[in-house]
């Protein structure tokens, strides 16, 4: 999921280069959203993953 966040960046930031401010905005919207959503997983994930013994 990081890597369509990094993608959406991209487009973006390209977009906005080439004067496609109606583009850059959708795309640097769906880049925010993706990046809370990874976030949010990773947080879950440290505290719900078991631990496991050590060998």
Do not use: Y
């Not at 280069?17 to 795309?27: D, L, N």
């Not at 640097?28 to 078991?50: C, R």
């Amino acid at each position: 999921m990081l890597s369509w966040t990094l993608v959406f960046l991209i487009v973006a930031i390209i977009a906005g280069i080439m004067g496609f401010t109606g583009v850059a905005g959708v795309a640097t919207g769906i880049a925010k959203v993706l990046f809370v959503i990874f976030l949010i997983l990773m947080i879950l994930s440290l505290f719900f993953t078991p631990a496991t013994p050590p060998l």
